[in-house]
């Protein structure tokens, strides 16, 4: 089996690697010592041997010989180029990158320019091995990901531990993970610590410790302490098995402009056919002479005017973009939503999960005169003790942490005051905590805070005790990534069911430009509609959520975006691209990663049409020869492809 550590997700972990640079080098070195490469070689030889002896075999008569060792060369360079051009018509295309060179090569024996003919092959081989390079470098970040699926898991059973398949374990086993292995499954700790890499799915390479109780994804890799988990989920459910199904069908989803190029090349190539007989034949018939110089310019426009460069480039440059992605801890379900991405001038957020972490905790006491902060804690957690709600498990939690303890014996007459607050007797005294509107109620006098967020106020025999606020905190990075959109000049709003006073708080920390609060489900959708409207002149419309809630905008935005790491499977299903760690700075990198992406694939459009629109003049007016329009053809495939694995070195500032 091979060894896990050596298998990475990141270009970052890769580049250091050893062992990878080493497997890196015998995959390039297979594709220059396998059995094509080594027929190209002895074409290559024979190729010279006409080039420099060419005068010898006319002097001495040794034509014959000299076919003999030209159509050897021929076949050797250019067998899977005759082998493909067939088998593109018997498929009843015709036309396409192969049938014409094949034209074009056996145009030129037939007109006995043979270093000509060979070297087109030669170099169209050629420049097939470096686009095969080019392929396998894009390919490696999405293998990395998929390399990442967990070979074995160590099961208990009765008989003691034994290995299974991952697919073979079923939910409530439990699975012993050793350090250096891959999690085989989602799973729950039951005992053991060790540092966790989660950058197979998060893209993140910073470890993570995880103790008793925490949750463990699969594909993640134990670093240096044995745990054991109890499964929660069978592997086709598990998160590596919904990331490797996401990028092996991203690809499927093809772009507007891949498909505006497989349709161009449908129609450009049989264009481009006739247009090279026409040069071949009209001018010799109208202006009489040599046939020979016409036929020539023909396939000199007929070399030229080959679409490798656009057919090969784009496909790659989005694949490219889409593995670039992935390994940042992107995943982005197609090329489609490449270009959707790059044309994004306005992200609606989701409040609660997206842009703060969705806990409520206490972010501030304030006893009135007369009460201690450890008295006003004690009195609110007695009156909150018997409820779930979030905000009263917040105070329970501060209580608790703060080293302070209830007698739960001297608790009576509990009650939940819907939409209020609560109350209870404790030790004698009548203990009230709730809202402004409850106090207000009860016709008690109090000061309302001037801080933001939920507050508690507290009310011990009808004197006002003091308040509590509670808050939801930031994610660390929410300011990072409304600042990172600013800078690219997209517009940031927030839609959030949460009241207005907690909105207006969250909208002026982060520096919104708009926000929207008290939103039911629906009423985010119709809030959506109405930005989606606002911003069709200019540009796509993006949604950030996380909850279930979420879907239904998420699934009407241009780019539907969840939250991968801890977000619902309804958001995850329904979204275009899934964030694998719970980080909203993750949205302008991939908007700066698709338009990378589409920058570099239009230059590709620009640069092909531009070369060969130049070339294709020179052939036909008999300015360019055979050997130039082989090396604009090539070269222009190989710099297109060289510019494509750019976005592999890509880095958002």
């Not at 090329?335 to 957020?349: G, K, P, Q, Y």
């Not at 997209?490 to 839609?495: F, G, R």
């Not at 590709?604 to 604009?632: D, H, L, P, R, Y």
Request: hydrophobic share 45%; charged share 20%.
């Amino acid at each position: 089996m091979e060894p896990i550590p050596h298998r990475h997700s990141t270009f970052e972990e890769a580049a250091h690697c050893e062992v990878c640079s080493a497997r890196a080098w015998q995959q390039r070195k297979s594709l220059f010592l396998n059995t094509d490469a080594i027929m190209l070689y002895i074409a290559i030889i024979l190729f010279l041997w006409e080039f420099f002896f060419e005068h010898l075999f006319h002097k001495h008569n040794l034509l014959f010989w000299e076919f003999i060792l030209v159509f050897t060369a021929y076949l050797l360079a250019g067998g899977s180029v005759l082998t493909n051009a067939y088998k593109t018509v018997m498929r009843g295309d015709f036309f396409d990158e192969n049938v014409l060179m094949v034209i074009a090569t056996a145009g030129a024996l037939v007109i006995h320019a043979y270093t000509e003919a060979i070297g087109i092959m030669i170099f169209f081989k050629i420049g097939e091995l470096m686009q095969s390079l080019a392929v396998a470098r894009s390919r490696r970040s999405i293998k990395s990901l998929l390399a990442s699926k967990p070979e074995v898991a160590r099961v208990h059973t009765a008989a003691g531990v034994i290995e299974r398949l991952p697919e073979e374990v079923s939910i409530g086993d439990n699975v012993t993970v050793r350090p250096g292995e891959k999690i085989p499954l989602d799973g729950i700790v039951l005992e053991g610590t060790s540092q966790i890499n989660t950058a197979a799915l998060t893209g993140e390479s910073v470890p993570i410790s995880v103790h008793k109780d925490d949750t463990v994804m699969a594909g993640q890799l134990c670093i240096d302490g044995a745990i054991t988990l109890k499964v929660t989920r069978p592997f086709e459910e598990s998160s590596i098995a919904k990331v490797m199904e996401l990028v092996e069908n991203a690809t499927a989803r093809k772009a507007k402009t891949e498909k505006f190029i497989t349709t161009f090349a449908k129609y450009y190539t049989p264009y481009v056919v006739l247009t090279a007989l026409a040069v071949a034949f009209i001018p010799s018939l109208i202006m009489g002479g040599d046939i020979t110089k016409w036929v020539y310019r023909a396939l000199v426009l007929l070399v030229i005017s080959c679409p490798c460069a656009l057919v090969v480039s784009i496909p790659l440059g989005y694949f490219g973009g889409i593995g670039r992605a992935s390994s940042a801890g992107i995943l982005i379900k197609g090329s489609n939503f490449i270009d959707a991405l790059a044309n994004v001038t306005a992200v609606a957020f989701d409040k609660t999960g997206t842009l703060t972490h969705g806990i409520f905790v206490v972010q501030s006491v304030e006893p009135a005169e007369g009460f201690t902060h450890t008295e006003l804690i004690e009195y609110a957690a007695a009156a909150e003790f018997n409820s779930t709600h979030p905000i009263a498990r917040s105070i329970l939690e501060y209580h608790k942490a703060h080293g302070g303890t209830l007698d739960e014996n001297a608790l009576e007459e509990a009650k939940t005051l819907t939409g209020k607050g609560a109350s209870v007797h404790y030790h004698g005294k009548y203990i009230l905590a709730g809202n402004a509107s409850l106090l207000t109620q009860q016709r008690i006098i109090f000061s309302q805070t001037k801080q933001t967020g939920t507050v508690v106020y507290v009310v011990v025999n009808r004197v006002f005790a003091g308040a509590i606020v509670i808050g939801d905190a930031l994610r660390g990075d929410a300011q990072e990534a409304i600042r990172n959109l600013k800078q690219q000049g997209i517009a940031s709003v927030m839609l959030t069911g949460d009241n207005e006073k907690a909105a207006q708080a969250i909208a002026d920390s982060l520096q919104l430009d708009t926000f929207h609060a008290n939103l039911l489900p629906e009423d985010k959708v119709a809030f959506f509609e109405t930005l989606h409207k606002n911003q069709k002149e200019k540009g796509q419309t993006a949604f950030l959520g996380d909850g279930i809630n979420d879907a239904p905008v998420i699934a009407r935005a241009d780019v539907g975006i969840a939250m991968g790491g801890l977000g619902s499977d309804a958001a995850i299903e329904t979204a275009d691209v899934v964030l694998m760690t719970d980080s909203p700075s993750k949205v302008p990198q991939a908007i700066a990663i698709a338009k990378q992406t589409k920058r570099i694939v239009w230059q590709n459009i620009f640069f092909a049409f531009a070369v060969k629109a130049i070339f294709i003049t020179m052939g036909i007016f008999g300015i360019a020869t055979m050997w130039e329009a082989v090396f604009a053809d090539v070269g222009t495939s190989l710099l297109a492809l060289a510019n494509s694995t750019r976005i592999f070195t890509f880095k958002r500032e």
